[in-house]
């Protein structure tokens, strides 16, 4: 479907159906993967190791929030979509777009933010740019970093390998950053003491495949939340996912401020939160594996039957929820923007 709209709008880069729609329509005809399937990272390979190659900019508002800011965002959120396929961060590219006006001060701090986030993940800062615009027409600083990593293992971790019956588990519980950059921006009058769950998870996905958990997909669940992220990959792997609700961790003030708020929980953004789809046999192991890294990773839902004559779903209500009666009812995604600038 192309884009319906005749301007861009803040919801094109929500995480929800019109990103959805602004990628179907427009992008993936011109730039799609030969699978026509899009993940955080792509895969290629060499003469020598496999490598796993990834992009992303950000633009945070405000770029220093409660547990981070727009450094250790920059650098944590590109070693995750690597982490993803299983790869190893081995190096990071760095462009920085900074505004005329912006204090040395907070540049030093973003500066030594990402130098941290990078030696903390092993990861070389190689090659980089920076660029200055006049003021009012960069909002203080925007990054763009490319990423590399190796990839050591044999699994092919893509929704491709999804199959039925297989386990859905959450590696912690979600909305915390969403909630963080809310509480931040001081013009919605919203207080709360919650930090962004802003972490890498690449240690935690070695662990895993260490522990020869048989991992069929990684997501991490950044925009949209585990709302877009369970949509994108039900409809590559073509099938339904269904997911307890009841199950699902959400942290009594994040329940908090959606209720007060009108926003949907299921669609906030997380920085330090996957999602793990592996075989029922391996389930168990791979919960004790989470639950090491933070106490509040679940089993959240179950795999359903996959229609493999199919190349990708195109129906709406990929996703389901079951409540503790057993009633089910769609996941829907998010058509506006909930929060624009959350990364």
Same mark, same amino acid.
């Not at 929704?159 to 921006?185: E, F, T």
């Not at 391996?282 to 090491?292: G, P, R, V, W, Y």
């Given at each position: 479907?192309?884009?319906?709209?005749?301007? =861009?709008?803040?919801?094109?880069?929500? /995480?929800?159906?019109?990103?959805?729609?602004?990628?179907?329509?427009?992008?993936?005809?011109?730039?799609?993967?030969?699978?026509?399937?899009?993940?955080?990272?792509?895969?290629?390979?060499?003469?020598?190791?496999?490598? $796993?190659?990834?992009?992303?900019?950000?633009? =945070?508002?405000?770029?220093?929030?409660?547990? /981070?800011?727009?450094?250790?965002?920059? =650098?944590?959120?590109? =070693?995750?979509?690597?982490?993803?396929?299983?790869?190893?961060?081995?190096?990071?590219?760095?462009?920085?777009?900074?505004?005329?006006?912006?204090? #040395? &001060?907070?540049? %030093?701090?973003?500066?030594?933010?990402?130098?941290?986030?990078?030696?903390?993940?092993?990861?070389?800062?190689?090659?980089?740019?920076? %660029?200055?615009?006049? !003021?009012?027409?960069?909002?203080?600083?925007?990054?763009?970093? &490319?990423?590399?990593?190796?990839?050591?293992?044999?699994?092919?971790?893509?929704? &491709?390998?999804?199959?039925?019956?297989?386990?859905? *588990?959450? &590696? /912690?519980?979600?909305?915390?950053?969403?909630?963080?950059?809310?509480?931040?921006?001081?013009?919605?009058?919203? @207080?709360?003491? *919650?930090?962004?769950?802003?972490?890498?998870?690449?240690?935690?996905?070695?662990?895993?495949?260490?522990?020869?958990?048989?991992?069929?997909?990684?997501?991490?669940?950044? !925009? /949209?939340?585990?709302?877009?992220?369970?949509?994108?990959?039900?409809?590559? $792997?073509?099938?339904?996912?269904?997911?307890?609700?009841?199950?699902?961790?959400?942290? +009594?003030?994040?329940?908090?401020?959606?209720?007060?708020?009108?926003?949907?929980? *299921?669609?906030?953004?997380?920085?330090?939160? #996957?999602?793990?789809?592996?075989?029922?046999?391996?389930?168990?192991?791979?919960? %004790?594996?989470?639950? %090491?890294?933070? +106490?509040?990773? !679940?089993?959240?839902?179950?795999?359903?039957?996959?229609?493999?004559? @199919?190349? @990708?779903?195109?129906?709406?209500?990929?996703?389901?929820? @079951?409540?503790?009666?057993?009633?089910?009812?769609?996941?829907?995604?998010?058509?506006?923007?909930?929060?624009?600038?959350?990364?």
């Amino acid at each position: 479907m192309a884009p319906s709209h005749e301007t =861009v709008l803040l919801a094109h880069g929500g /995480g929800g159906r019109l990103s959805q729609q602004l990628i179907e329509g427009l992008l993936l005809p011109a730039f799609a993967p030969a699978d026509g399937v899009l993940h955080d990272a792509a895969l290629l390979n060499s003469p020598g190791q496999t490598l $796993a190659f990834t992009t992303d900019s950000f633009v =945070v508002q405000p770029l220093v929030f409660p547990g /981070g800011d727009i450094g250790r965002l920059a =650098v944590f959120g590109s =070693v995750n979509d690597l982490a993803m396929t299983g790869a190893r961060p081995v190096a990071l590219s760095l462009g920085l777009i900074l505004e005329e006006g912006l204090a #040395m &001060s907070l540049l %030093k701090r973003v500066v030594h933010s990402i130098r941290a986030a990078a030696d903390a993940c092993g990861v070389a800062v190689i090659t980089g740019d920076t %660029k200055v615009v006049e !003021r009012g027409k960069g909002d203080g600083i925007f990054i763009n970093t &490319s990423a590399i990593g190796v990839v050591e293992h044999p699994l092919r971790i893509h929704p &491709s390998a999804v199959r039925a019956s297989d386990a859905v *588990l959450v &590696s /912690g519980d979600l909305g915390r950053h969403g909630v963080a950059i809310l509480a931040a921006r001081e013009e919605l009058g919203f @207080r709360s003491s *919650l930090e962004s769950d802003l972490a890498p998870l690449h240690t935690t996905v070695q662990e895993l495949i260490s522990s020869e958990v048989e991992v069929h997909c990684l997501r991490d669940l950044t !925009r /949209g939340g585990l709302a877009s992220a369970s949509d994108e990959i039900a409809r590559a $792997a073509c099938c339904q996912i269904e997911l307890e609700e009841a199950a699902i961790p959400l942290h +009594p003030s994040v329940n908090g401020a959606c209720n007060l708020l009108g926003l949907d929980p *299921l669609s906030m953004a997380n920085e330090g939160r #996957m999602i793990v789809i592996c075989p029922e046999k391996d389930s168990e192991c791979a919960l %004790k594996i989470l639950q %090491k890294h933070n +106490p509040h990773a !679940r089993r959240i839902g179950v795999v359903q039957q996959r229609d493999i004559q @199919r190349k @990708r779903l195109t129906h709406d209500h990929s996703v389901v929820l @079951r409540n503790n009666l057993g009633a089910r009812r769609p996941l829907d995604l998010q058509r506006g923007e909930q929060l624009p600038r959350i990364c």
